[in-house]
């Protein structure tokens, strides 16, 4: 329970943006209470012995370019709470029927090195946002307010963003290799591939692997969260678990409230407070698709056809540009494809920590039609063993979870969607909606930071950094 009955701070949620918005108040010197229905602090920065002892896994995401490349988490002394990141020998491999594979180094050379004619090109489009990356993650993950600090290495990452993933891939790239490992990382939009800014989400995590990587945390993602937890700690901030709030009457008093929670979640327990226009403008808030996941035991590593699959941390199965587009595409119609595209992620690889001796842990997930209930299980084996065959003989166990169950286990991932909503062109700058301040809503003191604001979804803390540097502003 609480320690006082009153506090200057309250935030609901202790996900990435919940314990970061807490943070930034806590080290403004104003006491903080942070409040979790479950029964650990995380959100999608979670680990669980999901299906049989020993073996870790993460319960939602296991690679964070983004949080490796976090303006807010880098200032903070994490390593000092627990958190080491585990870099896997290359962030991205794609493997082809053929029994190779591209693969996507921390080098852009190396990375070129693997896309016969498409070297050059390959160089061209991202070596230059590289050398510019810290200029643009600053400004990608920020509100959206202000004129970039440095316009033109926003002004060459907009040329090509504000294009569609199928525009971009077809017109820089003339093989099959260059396109496919270009639309697998773009496809992470959760998008059609067709639609305008889906090549932003492509751009920003292939110079995110070369700028940062796409790393693990040592012993699985909740060693991110027990970090931000502990450092909340030392600054005085309070952590209660277990403790759903159903309206805002159920919290002690404070002078702000700031809600890691969606909009749907906002509506339920503050919609008697929110006025008319501010309400009907959340009612209208638009949720994505959703995912399917499977996390395996293994009795070993999973038995690519091609070894040098296993060098990526993360593998993007589905084959060609054009065999991903069509299945993403499907899905916003409302199928669920014969042959999906899979994120798989082979975490056990690179931490021998999440394993015992001689097993390893993996997991993969599809989208999926938004709510859908269809099993897809087979599907997503099969999937795996197109690339890798004998991989169901290694299967010790599994756990799935479809869009039902993710949003049981975390309410913001309405209908499974784990991004927080449609990050569409529309949706990325007006998110929940077109204002000014995203972050305030129409009652004084109430905000919102979940990953339903700018910037959007992923864990990097960014939505709770700005949603409070706005109520230190305008309140305190």
């Known amino acids: 329970m609480p320690s006082t009955t009153s506090y200057d701070a309250v935030v609901i949620g202790a996900g990435p943006n919940g314990l970061s918005a807490a943070i930034v108040l806590a080290q403004a010197g104003k ?6 229905s479950k029964d650990s602090v995380g959100g999608g920065m979670r680990s669980a012995q999901l299906t049989l002892p020993g073996f870790v896994h993460d319960v939602c995401s296991t690679a964070y370019p983004l949080g490796a490349g976090s303006p807010f988490f880098n200032s903070l002394p994490l390593a000092e709470h627990g958190l080491e990141w585990v870099h896997p020998t290359a962030p991205v491999s794609h493997p082809f029927d053929d029994g190779t594979t591209v693969v996507l180094y921390r080098s852009v050379t190396e990375t070129a090195g693997g896309l ?56 820089r790239f003339e093989g099959q290799r260059a396109r496919a490992l270009f639309a697998g990382i773009g496809a992470h939009s959760m998008l059609p591939l067709d639609r305008a800014s889906t090549a932003a989400v492509g751009l920003v995590l292939s110079i995110a692997g070369h700028a940062v990587g796409w790393p693990f945390a040592r012993g699985g993602a909740q060693s991110i969260a027990r970090a931000l937890a502990s450092y909340l700690e030392s600054l005085g901030g309070e952590i209660v678990t277990n403790r759903r709030i159903e309206s805002l009457d159920e919290l002690p008093d404070s002078r702000v409230v700031l809600c890691d929670i969606s909009p749907a979640q906002l509506l339920e327990i503050a919609g008697d407070r929110l006025d008319d226009r501010y309400r009907r403008r959340l009612e ?20 690519w056809k091609d070894p040098m699959v296993a060098w990526g941390g993360t593998v993007h199965v589905g084959g060609t540009l054009a065999e991903i587009a069509d299945a993403e595409a499907g899905v916003w119609e409302g199928k669920v494809p014969e042959r999906p595209f899979l994120l798989v992620a082979q975490p056990s690889l690179f931490d ?8 390893h842990t993996a997991w993969a997930y599809t989208h999926v039609p938004h709510g859908s209930t269809f099993d897809t299980t087979d599907r997503i084996e099969a999937q795996i063993e197109r690339f890798a065959p004998g991989f169901r ?37 007006a998110r929940p909606m077109l204002r000014w301040n995203p972050y305030s809503t129409s009652v004084k003191g109430l905000y919102i930071c979940s990953a339903s604001t700018p910037p959007g979804g992923g864990v990097h803390g960014m939505c709770g950094y700005h949603a409070a540097r706005s109520a230190l502003r305008e309140v305190f």
Not at 394 to 421: E, S, T
């Open 116 to 171: 016969d004619s498409d070297a050059e090109a390959y160089r061209k489009l991202i070596g230059p946002l590289v050398t510019g990356w810290d200029d643009t993650v600053d400004y990608l993950l920020s509100p959206f307010r202000s004129i970039p600090s440095h316009p033109i290495s926003m002004a060459r990452f907009g040329l090509t963003g504000t294009r569609s993933v199928e525009s971009v891939a077809r017109s």
């Open 393 to 429: 003989d290694r299967i010790l166990a599994k756990h799935v979870m479809n869009p039902a169950a993710l949003q049981a286990y975390n309410a913001n991932y309405v209908g499974g969607d784990i991004n927080g909503g449609v990050q569409d062109f529309r949706q990325t700058f």
């Open 284 to 303: 209208s808030y638009r949720y994505g698709v959703g995912v399917c996941k499977i996390d395996f035991a293994l009795d070993g590593p999973i038995p």
């Open 31 to 36: 006491s903080v209470l942070v409040v979790e």
């Open 352 to 359: 021998d920590s999440r394993a015992p001796e001689g097993k």
